[in-house]
Nanobody
Framework: QVQLVESGGGLVQAGGSLRLSCAAS????????MGWFRQAPGKEREFVAA????????YYTDSVKGRFTISRDNAKKTAYLQMNSLKPEDTAVYYC?????????????????WGQGTQVTVSS
């Protein structure tokens, strides 16, 4: 069993930065592929970024490449999403998720555990 708690969301002006954290409980954090997803009002949940078990594999949706960086610290059982050059269209609730298999990490339906989400609002 893994419990995930996100933090770090908030209100920021366009061009600003935020760093989201996802703290995990349980002993097997390093066994999970970690992903970040977001959902804006009236829109479907979308994949943002994912990171492999050892951190060497990092994957991003095109709209955030070059602006967002996903990372993890297995000793601290925490995943991060550094978000720079934020745009109003990045406004959403951001969720972290854990996937034991890592076989289809773009697909949120394959993830085993989810956090409660943290709101990110970017003003223009």
């Amino acid at each position: 069993q893994v419990q995930l708690v996100e933090s770090g969301g908030g209100l920021v002006q366009a061009g600003g930065s935020l760093r989201l954290s996802c703290a995990a409980s349980g002993r097997t954090f390093s066994s999970y592929f970690m992903g970040w997803f977001r959902q804006a009002p009236g829109k479907e949940r979308e994949f943002v970024a994912a990171i492999s078990w050892n951190g060497y594999g990092r994957y991003y949706t095109d709209s955030v490449k070059g602006r967002f960086t996903i990372s993890r610290d297995n000793a601290k059982k925490t995943a991060y999403l550094q978000m720079n050059s934020l745009k109003p269209e990045d406004t959403a609730v951001y969720y972290c998720a854990a996937d034991l298999s890592g076989s289809d990490f773009y697909n949120g339906d394959t993830y085993d555990y989810w956090g409660q989400g943290t709101q990110v609002t970017v003003s223009s």
